[in-house]
């Protein structure tokens, strides 16, 4: 760490010193003791990595050009070489862009010094690796070489000496490189020429060769032999960077610009917009809610992977007639909400959760925003399922291999690149990958490319987006905004209003010109069949559906004053007709439990079942006129009877008749709902406070003050209440407190304090009586007392 950097740090203001953690809040995890100490924790490989992975590519790329150059550098050279580097066009831009860059690098600790003197924080350079795809310097990629080979190199190039760093002086002069790809094959120049804009390594066989330039023949030995390519590995080699830079003309970046690329795309009509994804997002919490319902009465089973069968999902998606990967994210969606879960038994189920029966009661609005806060924060990607992982083993929905650490990230920096678009942009997939290689460019990658495709087709599917385009609910979802209303109220009056009534037909069924409301679709679903969805849904009764509500415990009276007050239209003869005589007939035969038994008041309709072939296999015995016996259960005999066209109703022990109806199971307890919030910053006491702290235990370390001895007297005592309320005025106030503490062993001593912060059960505070600080718990402290 180096001894400029902490004092730079130390001569920082409160002021920047509190910029600095808030954008960088690892760095006061926990508080450190003084300045030296934050200057280590700031110069950290780690830390360095963390915060240089959200700087966007033109900041990035300063950062490297001070990393390539010698330090300290001027603020005009750097803009200078900066200028460089721009694409055409961009000149008007730099100098106000680059005066802001540089004064961000210096709030994230990253470059310090003034404008005359900049450098790059210790540490930088060792992070980054490949500057601007550069290799390292001559020093370092011939540090192996012994000196009998660097005699060699240098004196084949023109030069005097045995070590690595004469051979560097040498490639470090313009003319002698010059002079040297001069003197190389056009095959040889060629393959620097590939190496020159990085990556600046590359692979052939036996690269550690001891080649001299009279006998090199090829074109990799005319390199090898001059020093232009440098031999890391039995079969690497590596461009040094003085070599780069006289390849590249002195530039260190190509095609340079200070403001992300555009987002280019359509235009569409907000409102069109709005409406569109409004409609989705109906559409969505529907679905969510019908599989729910049918995995209540019919839970497909978990398999010993973890996941959901590839057969349940197909069923799921016929269901909801989707398409499979619309069917996964739906049930990962549902997943992920705690809507849904594993019945925790080793052959278990997955079934909808306690939860469930909470959010299907709320408003269509709010239950959305449940749905698309989990999809945005999840770290589950629904996207891959039907993949296969690096075993060749395939992705199944529910599988825990989904889980991505970076997906939340993603979807939220994807969704907040369309928010900031112009109003109604449609922007196409290639402009968000691009402009997302601009503002995350140590992120790319292949992997990262996927999740932004899976983002956009997702939110399109949930409701986010709107033809493609963010609207107003879906801009609410994402942290950091400062909304009068919630996602849920932009969303509600732009929802379907679902409708309580259906047109009934004559050709017996039901035709539901819009959504339904829950209750009614619920009973439809019980009566009456789904024949066909889409704008209106179409629902066909006849005789087993009418059957199904006759057995849920409906009569007919029931049914047809159900049907008259949901009917926009007087309800069809045929459907009156059906219901009726299917109640009429219904549960004229009693089936109960001999094995089983048939009883019927009218005995002529018991001797057709005992003359119907169809009832051998029943094994039926007439008991009395009235009462026919089975050797078979019940629940066969009324399927059979069923079968033959009759219309038995089951009967209990004690003479009633069982009311059956699909039973309707949860998980026990509730779910562990595993998401990936995104962090919105610390509270600003919470930095002022640690900067106090810092301050505060920075002055201590350089004094060297000795402790100050306890107070005297009785260890202050107070309710636990006062105590917290007293800490946190000394919090704001910055001031000193008296305190009792126990120790381990449950002794009571006295502390000066000069508390920082409160979290998680532990308070920081600078500790006067032992000149350091510390943490300590809460639960500990037996009292507060102000200072005398």
């Not at 292949?446 to 999740?451: C, K, P, S, T």
């Not at 296999?617 to 089975?630: E, Y």
């Amino acid at each position: 760490m180096s001894t400029e950097f902490t004092e730079w740090l130390r001569g920082r203001s409160d002021d920047q010193l509190r910029a600095l953690v808030a954008v960088r809040p690892e760095l006061i995890t926990p508080v450190p003791a003084h300045l030296e100490g934050l200057a280590g924790r700031a110069s950290s490989p780690s830390a360095i990595g963390r915060v240089l992975d959200r700087l966007d590519l033109f900041t990035l790329s300063v950062i490297e050009t001070l990393a390539v150059l010698p330090s300290p550098l001027a603020y005009r050279t750097l803009r200078s070489q900066t200028a460089r580097a721009l694409r055409a066009g961009a000149e008007p831009a730099l100098p106000a862009a680059l005066k802001e860059t540089v004064e961000r690098l210096r709030t994230l600790a990253l470059v310090y010094g003034p404008d005359k003197a900049l450098a790059p924080a210790p540490g930088v350079r060792e992070v980054l690796e490949a500057p601007a795809g550069l290799g390292p310097p001559a020093t370092e990629v011939f540090r192996h070489h012994p000196a009998e080979r660097l005699a060699e190199l240098v004196h084949d190039i023109g030069g005097d000496g045995a070590t690595k760093e004469a051979l560097a002086d040498l490639l470090g002069d313009p003319e002698v490189v010059g002079r040297l790809i001069q003197d190389v094959s056009p095959q040889a120049r060629s393959a620097l020429n590939e190496l020159a804009w990085g990556p600046a390594s590359g692979r052939v066989p036996n690269a550690r060769r001891e080649v001299r330039t009279a006998t090199a023949q090829s074109p990799i030995e005319q390199l090898l032999s001059r020093a232009l390519l440098g031999a890391t590995g039995e079969e690497t080699v590596v461009l040094p960077r003085e070599v780069g830079l006289f390849l590249r003309g002195g530039r260190i970046h190509q095609d340079l610009s200070p403001v992300p690329p555009a987002l280019d795309g359509t235009v569409r009509d907000q409102g069109l917009a709005g409406r569109t994804a409004a409609g989705q997002a109906f559409t969505f919490t529907r679905a969510v809610e019908e599989l729910c319902e049918r995995w209540s009465v019919d839970p497909p089973g978990v398999l010993r992977s973890g996941g959901l069968a590839v057969r349940d999902l197909k069923r799921a998606a016929v269901l909801l007639d989707v398409p499979e990967w619309v069917a996964g994210l739906i049930v990962e969606v549902a997943h992920a909400a705690g809507l849904v879960a594993a019945s925790g038994a080793v052959d278990g189920d997955w079934l909808p959760t306690p939860a469930y029966d909470g959010w299907r009661v709320k408003g269509t609005e709010d239950r959305w925003t449940v749905l698309a806060t989990t999809w945005l924060t999840m770290d589950r990607v629904p996207g891959v399922i039907g993949e296969r992982d690096e075993r060749d083993r395939l992705l199944n929905a529910l599988h825990p291999d989904l889980r991505r650490s970076a997906a939340a990230e993603v979807r939220t920096t994807t969704l907040g690149m369309l928010a900031v678009a112009g109003p109604g942009l449609a922007p196409t997939s290639e402009s968000v990958r691009e402009r997302l290689a601009w503002e995350q460019p140590r992120r790319r990658g292949g992997h990262r490319d996927q999740l932004v495709e899976f983002t956009l087709r997702e939110a399109e599917q949930i409701g986010v987006t709107g033809l493609g385009a963010i609207v107003d609910h879906g801009r609410a979802l994402l942290p950091g905004g400062d909304r009068a209303l919630s996602a849920g109220q932009i969303l509600a009056p732009l929802l379907p209003e679902p409708l309580d009534h259906v047109l009934l037909q004559a050709d017996l069924t039901a035709v539901a010109p819009g959504p339904l409301t829950s209750d009614l679709r619920r009973w439809l679903g019980l009566a009456a069949e789904v024949e066909s969805t889409g704008g209106a849904t179409v629902y066909r009764f006849d005789e087993r559906s009418i059957r199904r509500a006759l057995d849920a415990g409906q009569s007919a009276d029931e049914m047809l004053a159900m049907l008259e007050r949901h009917s926009a239209t007087p309800v069809p003869q045929p459907l009156s007709y059906l219901v009726t005589d299917v109640a009429r007939r219904h549960g004229r035969m009693r089936v109960g439990t001999a094995s089983a038994y048939v009883r019927c008041d009218d005995p002529s309709l018991l001797d057709e079942v005992m003359a119907d072939r169809r009832a051998l296999p029943l094994r039926l015995r007439r008991l009395a006129p009235t009462v026919i016996a089975s050797k078979t259960s019940r629940p066969t005999l009324v399927d059979s009877l069923r079968a033959m066209g009759y219309a038995p109703a089951a009967e209990s022990l004690d003479g009633d008749v069982i009311i059956t109806q699909l039973d309707v199971r949860r998980t026990d307890g509730q779910p562990i709902i595993r998401s990936s919030a995104t962090f919105n910053g610390l509270e600003a006491e919470v930095v002022a406070a640690a900067v106090r702290a810092v301050r505060a235990g920075d002055a201590a370390y350089q004094a060297r003050r000795a402790p100050v001895d306890a107070p005297s007297g009785q260890v202050p005592r107070s309710p636990a209440t006062a105590t917290i309320v007293a800490l946190r005025e000394a919090i704001r106030q910055g001031s000193q407190v008296w305190i009792g503490y126990l120790d381990s062993q449950g002794n009571a001593t006295s502390r000066i304090l000069e508390p920082a912060r409160m979290e998680g059960g532990y308070l920081t505070a600078y500790d006067e009586t032992r000149a350091a600080v510390h943490r300590f718990a809460l639960h500990r402290i037996t009292g507060i007392a102000d200072i005398n």
